[in-house]
């Protein structure tokens, strides 16, 4: 390939702010820069000497596209979206699109409920976090039970309830459902809830100190006792969480590097409290720097995610300046990049770099495993190199309802998360698995077709050769080839290590060694899919009955909802119930329940 002639394109280069995007001669994007002086900076790549890495991205540059912005803080931020949308070769790249779990108080209640969230946060109520985990959430939530028992159970089960449930005995709940605690007792838990949650603990500590000291003055002593303890586990949650000297919100970020792999851990702390702390691996060069790294990682981190005051950096991120003013711009207010940070703060620092080293070895570790699996899987179906991606397919419904279609991704690296898709399938006979697949299959691989996703090298099919056909038969009326397709069956035993796999054009299934490195890396793909479709459905599932089974019902309004509820001690009493018994009920003719035993028994004959 000749030359790129970089001197036409230079002549009507702007001096102006802006982005520029390299483009190989297939069009793929190398290299997104931003710069304050476009022509200067563009033709800097030709007029020096440059690194090993910037010569190798040279030589392949056959255009290069700019966009003009009005400032340089814009061309940052458009920088770092695009680098998130193309995923150039040679710039640091962020794997990492999910969005991160807050804690959810519904303030607009008049009993609140305290969840776990993730998503949008625009809607009423209170959020707290980001947390690092969902893990980090469901821990924060057990604990707030033994602190202060606000509810935390789904708005339909609170609803419909006639009798207080385990939650309530083991005194992890005061049960407003059922009329057990008074409104202003339980305002009182949630002022307290929040208080915590926003790190005034110590308020919280000092309000219940002085409720305890007036309750001993009444010798109401069993109210005393219960506060004490209360004050005696908060001091023990406070310990574990607060971060010595802190009282505000800010994130520690560190980074290392070794063998080309690169590790950034980030503590996020809010409120004077350590909420937990993540490790990324973002792709770049072997060779950047540190710098590079870091600069690169905090533009698109916090591209689209709330901004704490102060980032607290193990190592000044490349235009740190120009970064701290497009991401105030960002937060509207003022955001503070600090390196040189002394005592506790220097401590706190000094760990989460150590977790970054951590980390990073742990990684190096895996990978190298990783990379043995795949060579052995490459060996074990005929391959000429190791396969860059691999898909897998998996269907869960329960008795063919809700059925969802999950597809799981793996390229060299391990899970590429981020382009799991889930389908929702309708439109198909109950429990028709080819049917599911083919619909999954046909509405990702027009995508597919489409550019939107990249080709597989393998495509797994939870199955054996039945499902397989299948699969090549919707994949040939796609005209979509390429995938080496491969079925994989439970042994004769169904036990984990016994499966045979099924090739296309193949008599008899392949047998790998129960301890084959092939066979794991399949069984590890397989059994993602599986998860990650369950946990679709179990979402579809639990979406669709937000509501009782009673509220869909005409004629069945609050009051004749709250008697059925009493008198069979629940909906599970009612869902055993027959018609004369529901018809037995005040006010509930032979009609009404006759549609009420219906509802919860579709399949039984006549509904």
């Known amino acids: 390939m000749p030359a790129f002639d970089h001197r036409p394109l230079l002549k009507t280069m702007p001096d102006s702010p802006g982005v520029y995007r390299m483009l190989d001669a297939g069009g793929g994007v190398l290299y997104v820069g931003k710069a304050k002086n476009l022509k200067r900076r563009v033709s800097s790549y030709f007029g020096r000497t440059l690194n090993d ?129 008074s409104a202003a007792d339980y305002a009182a838990d949630v002022a307290r809830t929040v208080k915590f949650l926003d790190g005034h603990a110590q308020a919280v500590v000092d309000e219940l100190a002085a409720a305890m000291e007036a309750a001993a003055g009444r010798l109401e002593f069993e109210r005393a006792a219960v506060l004490r303890d209360q004050i005696a586990m908060l001091h023990r949650i406070w310990q574990r969480q607060d971060v010595n000297g802190e009282s505000g919100d800010l994130d520690l970020v560190a980074c290392a590097q070794e063998a080309g792999v690169h590790c950034v851990q980030v503590f996020f702390i809010r409120g004077g409290r350590n909420l937990g702390n993540k490790a990324f691996f973002p792709q770049a060069p072997a060779e950047t720097d540190e710098s590079t790294l870091m600069g690169g990682f905090l533009a698109q981190f916090y591209a689209e995610r709330d901004i704490p005051p102060e980032l607290v950096v193990s190592v000044a991120p490349e235009d740190a300046a120009l970064l701290e003013t497009a991401l105030s711009e960002r937060a509207g207010r003022r955001i503070q990049i600090k390196t040189r940070v002394r005592a506790e703060r220097a401590r706190w620092l000094e760990m989460a770099l150590g977790n970054a080293r951590v980390a990073l070895k742990s990684r190096l570790s895996s990978q190298a495993g990783y990379a043995r699996r795949l060579d052995a899987l490459r060996e074990a179906l005929g391959l000429e190199d190791p396969p860059g991606r691999m898909e897998c397919f998996d269907i869960s ?171 069979f001690g629940g909906l599970r009493g009612l869902a055993r119930a027959g018609v004369e018994d529901i018809a037995g009920v005040a006010g509930i003719n032979r009609q009404l329940a006759q549609e009420i035993y219906d509802a919860f028994h579709p399949d039984a004959p006549g509904s």
């Open 53 to 181: 890495r910037l010569q190798r991205m040279v030589s392949l540059i056959a255009e290069i596209e700019v966009t003009v912005t009005r400032t340089e803080g814009e061309a940052l931020l458009l920088e770092s979206n695009l680098i998130k949308s193309l995923l150039p070769r040679f710039n640091v790249l962020l794997r990492d699109d999910k969005s991160y779990p807050y804690l959810y108080l519904s303030t607009q209640d008049a009993f609140p409920r305290l969840a776990f969230h993730r998503g949008s946060r625009k809607g009423p109520g209170r959020f707290f976090g980001p947390y690092p985990s969902s893990w980090a959430v469901r821990e924060t939530l057990q604990l707030m039970q033994k602190l202060f028992p606000v509810r935390q159970c789904e708005d339909s089960f609170f609803r419909n309830r006639s009798r207080p449930c385990l939650q309530y005995q083991i005194k992890r709940c005061s049960g407003p459902c059922v009329g057990l605690v």
């Open 397 to 567: 419904h329960t008795q063919g309802e809700r059925t969802v279609a999950s597809c799981v991704v793996f390229d060299g690296e391990g899970p590429r998360k981020s382009d799991y898709r889930r389908f929702n399938i309708d439109g198909i006979t109950p429990g028709d698995d080819y049917a599911a697949m083919r619909q999954a299959l046909t509405r990702r691989y027009l995508r597919v077709k489409a550019g939107e996703h990249a080709s597989p090298d393998i495509l797994f099919i939870d199955g054996g050769r039945g499902q397989l056909g299948a699969v090549d038969e919707a994949l040939r009326e796609l005209e979509v080839d390429g995938p080496l397709l491969v079925g994989v069956a439970k042994g004769p035993d169904r036990r984990a290590g016994t499966e045979q796999l099924w090739l296309l054009g193949h008599d008899a299934p392949v047998i790998l060694p129960s301890d084959s490195p092939a066979m794991h890396l399949i069984e590890q793909i397989r059994d993602e899919a599986h998860r990650f479709a369950i946990t679709a459905h179990r979402q579809r599932r639990a979406k669709a009955r937000t509501t009782s089974i009673l509220e869909e019902i005409d004629g069945i309004g609050p009051k004749r909802r709250q008697q059925l509820l009493k008198q």
